[in-house]
């Protein structure tokens, strides 16, 4: 068993927590918004507050996890905003990834973000994968396909975690 952080825990983030948990990991999933914690936890993860434009909300999670999913694909909101989840925030939080104990990590690199976008996103989990020698996955299914989508990221957790 290993926890998981599931960082944008909305409709899809929720059925990859189930899937998680009936294969008997604890996960952990973040939210923004405290009407959204009951929906989280109705699907037997520990839904917490944390907003991945503001990483110290996000790091103050990290504690016990195994593996980090970000699931940023289809984030919505000002376009620099969304640039920046996967551009200097998702490079942030790699780098700080290897001062913890978390094994590794899951990019979401498909959803509606702009490609040129996912693709820079994948790109950093890449190097970063490479430059600290840590696991990462970069998941391309189209996340609009949830049950293909939750599929190829649970294995995704699960080749990380026998990396």
Do not use: K, N
């Not at 009951?38 to 593996?67: F, K, N």
């Not at 979401?108 to 820079?120: D, Q, R, T």
Request: charged fraction near 20%; hydrophobic fraction near 45%.
């Amino acid at each position: 068993m290993a926890r998981i952080l599931i960082v944008g825990c909305g409709c899809r983030g929720r059925e990859l927590a189930a899937s998680l948990v009936a294969e008997g990991h604890a996960v952990r999933g973040t939210t923004r918004a405290t009407a959204r914690l009951p929906a989280i936890e109705a699907v037997g993860a520990e839904a917490v507050l944390a907003d991945p434009d503001r990483l110290a909300t996000v790091t103050a999670h990290l504690q016990g996890i195994g593996v980090l999913c970000w699931l940023m694909g289809t984030a919505e909101g000002a376009p620099d905003a969304v640039a920046a989840l996967h551009g200097p925030r998702l490079e942030s939080m790699l780098e700080t990834l290897v001062d913890t104990h978390v094994r590794g990590m899951v990019y979401e690199g498909a959803g509606s973000a702009p490609s040129a976008l996912l693709a820079e996103g994948a790109e950093a989990v890449r190097r970063a994968g490479a430059t600290f020698r840590m696991p990462t996955e970069v998941v391309g299914r189209d996340p609009a396909d949830h049950g293909a989508w939750r599929d190829e990221m649970t294995a995704a957790v699960g080749r990380i975690l026998t990396a």
